[in-house]
């Protein structure tokens, strides 16, 4: 197998990388993309207390296990399946399932620090950085947060305040013009995302001569 084209999608909190990958990933079948997500390398923080955890700083590198990450990055890049356990966000009612990722000829590396880690930005052949107004990228993360996730608003403000913002600011933003595309998703309309995303799946496939 060829070595893949890898491409890194990075962005804000609330900035709509779910839906973007997503939307992305429609656009091939399964054997085409692969993708990683470095929120499945958290280290585990289901050692501390509550209070500990609703303190705990997850928006710094360091509450990433970057090695296993880049070893797991690798092996695809070189043709290895990996198996990964599931990131449940701390959610004890969500049960983990055992990922199996296989390579492809895309490789789709997406997280917070991706740009930040050297080792793996020297791997991407393009890069994405989805962003968002911070107010619209903030109503969005308590919607998730207190909805899907079950967390308390104050939790949510202390780390958006405290965590999110200024790991933003030091690991994700000095990175944004040095990317390929840009996308400032300040809407829910599904058409911005959509229509982005045909395009760059439409010049990926060319470029690797899909058919």
Not at 90 to 100: A, C, G, R, T, V
Not at 127 to 135: K, P, V
Not at 160 to 186: A, F, G, M, Q
């Amino acid at each position: 197998m060829d070595k893949p084209y890898v491409m890194g999608i990075a962005g804000s909190s609330g900035s709509g990388k779910t839906f973007f990958l997503k939307s992305f990933l429609d656009h091939f079948g399964p054997d085409q993309i692969t993708l990683i997500s470095q929120d499945d390398y958290y280290f585990p923080a289901n050692t501390k207390t509550q209070e500990e955890n609703r303190l705990y700083n997850f928006d710094v590198p360091s509450s990433i296990d970057r090695e296993a990450f880049f070893n797991d990055i690798k092996d695809l890049f070189n043709g290895k399946t990996i198996y990964k356990q599931e990131y449940t966000f701390n959610n004890p009612s969500m049960k983990p399932k055992m990922l199996e990722i296989k390579p492809a000829p895309i490789l789709i590396v997406e997280g917070l620090f991706i740009f930040h880690y050297q080792e793996i930005n020297d791997l991407l052949n393009y890069r994405i950085f989805l962003d968002a107004d911070e107010e619209i990228a903030l109503q969005r993360r308590l919607k998730r947060d207190l909805i899907e996730r079950g967390y308390d608003h104050d939790d949510v403000m202390y780390k958006w305040i405290n965590h999110v913002v200024p790991s933003y600011n030091t690991y994700l933003l000095p990175y944004r013009e040095s990317c390929d595309r840009v996308i400032v998703n300040n809407t829910d309309d599904p058409a911005l995302i959509n229509n982005a995303t045909n395009l760059i799946s439409t010049e990926l496939k060319e470029i690797l001569q899909f058919h």
